[in-house]
């Protein structure tokens, strides 16, 4: 694993307080992986009380006082594919994941990303590195530890090269500054050095796509349900599965009714 630098080794602080701190819903994932269900919005009571505004003046105001009739309707308007009542209910996950996790993931349109910037930080300084399941494919090893060795060889050159180059881009810069030579300074103390910026912008283009990433996904229950049924499956990629496998589990960990009744309706992975 390559060096940490100093942005890298805060957020494997945050990721070992996040687990500490919150160790029902954060779970790590190989070495540097990491996902965490932070915050949720709404529960069983906001797909119900949404779905019978249509019907019924009646509210449930709690979980625990919900009756047979309101469990029956739930699972109908789970195994009958209901949809808007489930966009009613928000869940706010923290991933760490590999670039080329995220570019599968992202695609999932019907979602909010915020995520890490090389533009105005430098790389996390940790890359992928397949473990032995990852590299299995019914019993066979599509890869040796030999061949791992020198991938691994290989992503620690790419990131002291971007190490390296970067520091010689801040030397430069620095020296061209104190020589009075650069015309576009920050005029505004707090903004960022658009000399700096601008290397690390091209920089990035040399990033693997093994390198981490951090991501604020916020979801609705609708829209996690079609990520669990895509991306839980055998045909799913092994690392994003591992992911969503992992999110699934924090998801019911969270609701076990709700986790319950969707798998009673059949759709629910595993
Ligand atoms: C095994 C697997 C292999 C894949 N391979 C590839 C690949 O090679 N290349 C690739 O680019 N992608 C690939 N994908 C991604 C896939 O095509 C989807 O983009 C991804 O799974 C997100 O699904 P989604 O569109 O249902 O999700 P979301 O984007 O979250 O959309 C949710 C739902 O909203 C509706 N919706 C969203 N946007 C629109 C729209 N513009 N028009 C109409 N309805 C909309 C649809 O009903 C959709 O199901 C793969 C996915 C899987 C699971």
Same mark, same amino acid.
């Given at each position: ?16 307080a ?99 910037s090389?533009?105005?930080r ?32 290989l992503?620690?050159?790419?990131? +002291?090269? @971007? %190490? ?11 020296e #061209?500054?104190?020589?009075?030579? *650069? &015309? ?29 990433s ?21 045909? +799913?990629? @092994? %690392? ?7 999110a699934?589990?924090?998801? #019911?960990?969270?609701?076990?009714? *709700? &986790? ?6 059949g759709?629910?992975?595993?």
């Amino acid at each position: 694993m390559a060096t940490f630098n100093e942005g890298t080794r805060e957020i494997a602080e945050e990721i070992d307080a996040r687990l500490r701190e919150n160790p029902e819903f954060s779970r790590r994932l190989g070495e540097f992986g990491f996902i965490e269900l932070e915050d949720t919005w709404g529960d069983e009571t906001t797909i119900l009380n949404t779905a019978r505004v249509s019907t019924s003046n009646r509210r449930i105001r709690r979980v625990e006082d919900l009756t047979e009739k309101d469990r029956n309707l739930l699972f109908h308007l789970l195994s009958q594919h209901h949809g808007t009542p489930f966009e009613t209910v928000y869940f706010r996950f923290r991933f760490i994941a590999p670039i080329f996790v995220l570019r599968q993931w992202v695609k999932h349109r019907i979602s909010t990303w915020n995520e890490f910037s090389m533009r105005y930080r430098k790389p996390i300084s940790a890359y992928y590195v397949p473990d032995k399941a990852a590299v299995t494919v019914e019993g066979f090893p599509v890869l040796t530890p030999d061949q791992i060795d020198r991938y691994a060889a290989l992503m620690e050159e790419i990131f +002291a090269f @971007y %190490e390296t180059e970067y520091q010689e881009a801040c030397r430069r810069i620095d020296e #061209a500054a104190s020589d009075g030579r *650069l &015309s576009g300074e920050k005029k505004d103390p707090a903004a960022r050095n658009p000399y700096r910026a601008r290397a690390r912008e091209l920089l990035r283009s040399a990033m693997p796509v093994s390198a981490y990433s951090d991501v604020y996904w916020t979801v609705n229950f609708r829209s996690l349900m079609n990520f669990f049924d895509l991306r839980t499956k055998e045909n +799913a990629q @092994y %690392e994003i599965r591992e992911y969503a496998r992992t999110a699934y589990d924090l998801f #019911a960990r969270k609701f076990p009714l *709700l &986790s319950d009744l969707y798998k009673k309706a059949g759709n629910a992975p595993g």
